[in-house]
């Protein structure tokens, strides 16, 4: 049977970008989002487009008990999935530290820390049973450099990047892969988000840039699960070309 991946942040940018090119390459989808529409939609796209069914999951990252019935759910219809992707995470907020409001500071922390780290809690064990999975953390260049006003949101990934290489100390003598993958500036929805639904703030972040495509980001993590099961690729960096780190780009015209 194909090979099942469970993905977290489904619905947009670098996770749907990645359904799309796992759905491409014959796998089978478990998808994970909050948004039950834009799921509904993705997997009518997989079964049309690429005539792959894909099981939907709403779950909300922060929320334990949803993780958990999830990972159930999952396991009940689908089976114990051999790739985990969690992709789900975003920022909020683009400001010193002690002007970034509380609740912003929660939700980075709750989604990008606590929420990944609680699905990979709910998955290993039965990865570990198995003896067999490959988990794929989406970390950040921002987790290996910080920026002026995304102290947080830097922290969290540099979390993100930390608690992978934890993991796999812990599964080291298992069959479990586990890579980070840190890109650079991806054009996503994500600069909406963090600027609150703001589309023009949005946008001036991907001008005067060719700012990474999500699908580069997706090859990025098809390459990562392509490699022999002798091969573990730990961490992959990818930056657009006018990137040089975290929040260094060079930007024509301005
Ligand atoms: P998008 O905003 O396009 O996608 C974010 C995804 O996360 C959506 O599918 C969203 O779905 C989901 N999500 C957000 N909060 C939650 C939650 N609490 N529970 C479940 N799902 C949630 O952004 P990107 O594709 O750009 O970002 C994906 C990942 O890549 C993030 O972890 C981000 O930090 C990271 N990244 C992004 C970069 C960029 O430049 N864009 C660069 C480096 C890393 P829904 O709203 O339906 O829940
Ligand atoms: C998200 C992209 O450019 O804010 O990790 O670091 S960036």
Redesign the pocket.
């Known amino acids: 049977m194909s090979r099942l991946a469970f993905i977290t942040g489904a619905t947009s940018g670098i996770g749907l970008a990645t359904a799309r090119i796992l759905a491409e390459n014959g796998y089978r989808l478990a998808l994970a989002a909050r948004s039950k529409e834009r799921l509904e939609q993705i997997c009518v796209e997989m079964e049309d487009q690429y005539s792959v069914h894909s099981e939907m999951f709403v779950m909300d990252v922060r929320e334990e008990e949803q993780i958990n019935a999830a990972v159930n759910q999952c396991i009940e219809k689908q089976g114990i999935p051999d790739i985990l992707i969690n992709d789900a995470g975003l920022?909020r907020g683009l400001e010193s530290y002690d002007k970034t409001s509380v609740p912003d500071i929660k939700q980075m922390i709750d989604t990008n820390i606590r929420g990944l780290f609680l699905v990979t809690h709910a998955f290993l064990p039965f990865m570990i049973k198995r003896n067999t999975g490959h988990i794929i953390n989406i970390g950040?260049?921002?987790g290996l450099y910080a920026?002026a006003g995304?102290a947080v949101?830097?922290a969290t990934?540099a979390a993100v990047k930390t608690f992978s290489d934890g993991v796999r100390i812990d599964v080291i003598q298992s069959d479990i892969k586990v890579s980070t993958i840190q890109?650079?500036?991806?054009e996503t929805p994500?600069s909406e988000v963090?600027f609150h639904g703001d589309r023009k703030r949005a946008e001036s972040v991907y001008e005067g840039i060719e700012a990474l495509h999500p699908e580069d980001i997706a090859d990025v993590i098809l390459y990562v699960l392509s490699a022999p099961k002798r091969v573990q690729i730990a961490d992959v960096v990818v930056m657009a070309n006018q990137q040089a780190t975290?929040?260094m780009v060079y930007k024509k015209n301005g």
């Open positions: 920022a950040s260049t921002a920026y995304a949101y830097c990934k890109p650079g500036i991806v994500f963090r975290g929040f």
